[in-house]
């Protein structure tokens, strides 16, 4: 039987799974979520959690780079009266690279890793590398090196490097994740946000049959 689960399950299983996840809360009251964004830091951004709404920026879900109590306010009041929203989820909100990363599989390969252009430059760039499971480093490394965006997270113009290192190492652990869960058929990360030599999770679906 299909499980979905979408981002406050999803994050929580891969930090269960020693993931690094975005620090991140969830609130039902405007206390609570000013309270959320001070102990956080700003700017945070606010985002409507429900297991009944998989794509949030569809329904407006998502509110970034806030960085006052009254904007921290006003993003609650429009999220938590989103048609079925549960909660809210209050996170800091982080700039530098944006990439996604995920587990698809395959009727006739298996599981398969992916690493791509993340954030708004998915569907744009459709920039995306793959591999069948089990990766070894060299496999990781090739992906990585063979997307558009690899100049960019190599530091040009002046840019802070990402750590690719960190990115190859995250690309290996969802290789074995696949091998662990063989009933996984989707899990999506986007983005993976690069912020100083640190990478996090910042959203997840995940799909088990």
Same mark, same amino acid.
């Given at each position: 039987?299909?499980?979905?689960?979408?981002?406050?399950?999803?994050?929580?299983?891969?930090?269960?799974?020693?993931?690094?996840?975005?620090?991140?809360?969830?609130?039902?009251?405007?206390?609570?979520?000013?309270?959320?964004?001070?102990?956080?830091?700003?700017?945070?951004?606010?985002?409507?959690?429900?297991?009944?709404?998989? !794509?949030?920026?569809?329904?407006?879900?998502?509110?970034?780079?806030?960085?006052?109590?009254?904007?921290?306010?006003?993003?609650?009041?429009?999220?938590?009266?989103?048609?079925?929203?549960?909660?809210?989820?209050?996170?800091?909100? @982080?700039?530098?690279?944006?990439?996604?990363?995920?587990?698809?599989?395959?009727?006739?390969?298996?599981?398969?890793?992916?690493?791509?252009?993340?954030?708004?430059?998915?569907?744009?760039?459709?920039?995306?590398?793959?591999?069948?499971?089990?990766?070894?480093? !060299?496999?990781?490394?090739?992906?990585?090196?063979? =997307?558009?965006?690899?100049?960019?997270?190599?530091?040009?113009?002046?840019?802070?490097?990402? @750590?690719?290192?960190?990115?190859?190492?995250?690309?290996?652990?969802?290789? !074995?994740?696949? =091998?662990?869960?063989?009933?996984?058929?989707? =899990?999506?990360? @986007?983005?993976?946000?690069?912020?100083?030599?640190?990478?996090?999770?910042?959203?997840?679906?995940?799909?088990?049959?």
């Amino acid at each position: 039987m299909e499980r979905i689960l979408a981002e406050k399950e999803a994050e929580a299983f891969l930090e269960q799974e020693g993931f690094p996840v975005t620090e991140r809360s969830f609130v039902t009251t405007e206390k609570d979520a000013v309270h959320a964004a001070h102990r956080l830091g700003f700017p945070v951004c606010l985002k409507v959690s429900s297991q009944h709404i998989l !794509h949030k920026s569809d329904v407006g879900g998502v509110k970034i780079d806030l960085r006052t109590d009254h904007e921290v306010l006003e993003a609650f009041r429009h999220l938590i009266k989103i048609p079925r929203c549960e909660e809210v989820m209050v996170q800091p909100y @982080n700039t530098g690279h944006l990439v996604l990363v995920g587990v698809q599989r395959d009727p006739t390969f298996g599981h398969t890793i992916a690493v791509g252009s993340g954030g708004i430059y998915t569907e744009l760039l459709k920039d995306v590398a793959f591999r069948i499971c089990p990766l070894s480093h !060299h496999d990781a490394k090739e992906m990585v090196e063979e =997307l558009q965006i690899y100049p960019m997270l190599q530091g040009a113009r002046g840019e802070q490097p990402a @750590n690719l290192e960190k990115l190859h190492q995250l690309l290996l652990k969802l290789s !074995h994740l696949a =091998l662990c869960y063989p009933h996984l058929r989707e =899990l999506d990360i @986007n983005p993976v946000i690069f912020h100083g030599e640190d990478l996090h999770i910042a959203d997840a679906r995940i799909v088990f049959d």
